[in-house]
């Protein structure tokens, strides 16, 4: 299957990229490098750099004869949507309205979009949610990505643009960025291997749902089958405190640096956590990364890339 991953230079992206090529399939990567990096492109996919609001991305996919889209491209900060509301409109509404015009224009059949699944529903009312939580979210980002939603189940009813939508909780592992407010993970191991203190946002009390990257990868291998429509959540059904968070890095490192509060972001939930029993029951999917194994895993791929910084 000929598939095009949009942001598949990033953080998830990369890893869907990886486990597509290991599944069989061929990949282009479309991805402007602002965020991303080229480095984590495999030399098996095609990566052509490009912006997704580009007016010319429909002769692209037509080119390559896709069939399939996988939407990761995407401003992915709350607070940066909080203080530039219009920007972030701009990517992630504007630009995945352009894809989803590119790939009905292409005659690609499939669109698999990258959503949220705790700034969709703003304060959850239900533990944990379920995808037919009501719709409340707090932020910009939150907006723009249920709109991004919205426009895709729109295309689907009108021109038969098969739509599935995977929204996901707290993602960490190899390869996050440590800079913003999108991973905590990624944040808290980086400045602790530094000997840096790390900063708490409010009082740790808040509570997010982690699941691992490579589980997250899988997940958009089966957003493939057939049978896959609709809307899933792909989440690990546990909630863990930032704080508590933070106590299980410095295990890991074997620090014991004492974090700094700040006040607590605007736009920011206080407590997620969403069961991804619809996707376990209908593609078999759930989440095979224990939190203490993929913590293991990230911090060590994080000594790794700072080692060869070091070297280098």
């Known amino acids: 299957m000929n598939i095009a991953v949009t942001g598949g230079a990033g953080f998830i992206g990369s890893h869907v990229v990886e486990a597509y090529l290991r599944a069989g399939h061929e990949v282009l990567v479309i991805d402007d490098l602002s965020t991303g990096c080229r480095d984590y492109v495999p030399p098996e996919a095609r990566l ?11 002769e692209l996919l037509a080119e390559y004869h896709i069939e399939v889209v996988n939407h990761h491209a995407a401003q992915v900060s709350v607070s940066v949507s909080v ?5 972030d409109a701009q990517r992630n509404v504007l630009g995945s309205l352009n894809v989803y015009e ?3 224009r292409a005659g690609v059949r499939r669109v698999i979009l990258a959503s949220s699944g705790g700034t969709v529903y703003g304060e959850q009312q239900h533990f ?6 009501p719709l409340q979210p707090l932020s910009p980002y939150g907006v723009a990505k249920l709109a991004a939603e919205q426009y895709l189940l729109c295309y689907s009813r009108l021109y038969g643009l098969e739509a599935v ?11 996050q960025g440590t800079h913003g407010e999108a991973g905590v993970v990624a944040i808290f191991t980086g400045r602790l291997l530094q000997g840096e203190q ?8 808040q509570r997010r749902d982690f699941v691992y990257v490579g589980d997250i990868a899988e997940a958009n291998v089966l957003a493939l089958l057939p ?3 609709g809307i899933y959540h792909c989440s690990s059904g546990q909630e863990l405190t930032v704080n508590a968070l933070l106590e299980l890095l410095q295990q890991l490192i074997g620090t014991a640096i004492s974090p700094r509060f700040a006040p607590r972001r605007p ?7 969403c069961s991804y029993a619809r996707i376990a029951r209908e593609l078999g999917w759930q989440p095979r990364t224990p939190l203490p194994e993929g913590l293991a895993r990230t911090v060590a791929a994080f000594r790794r890339q700072m080692g060869n910084a070091l070297v280098s």
Do not use: C, K
Request: hydrophobic share 35%; net charge negative.
């Open 48 to 58: 052509v750099v490009m912006d997704v609001n580009d007016p010319e991305l429909s």
């Open 83 to 87: 203080e530039q509301p219009l920007w």
């Open 102 to 104: 590119a790939a009905r």
């Open 165 to 175: 939508i995977l929204r996901y909780t707290n993602v960490y592992g190899p390869r």
């Open 128 to 133: 944990p949610a379920f995808e037919s939580h």
């Open 227 to 229: 049978h896959a429509h």
């Open 267 to 273: 736009g920011e939930v206080r407590r997620s956590v």
């Open 198 to 205: 790390p900063v708490i946002y409010g009082d740790g009390e």
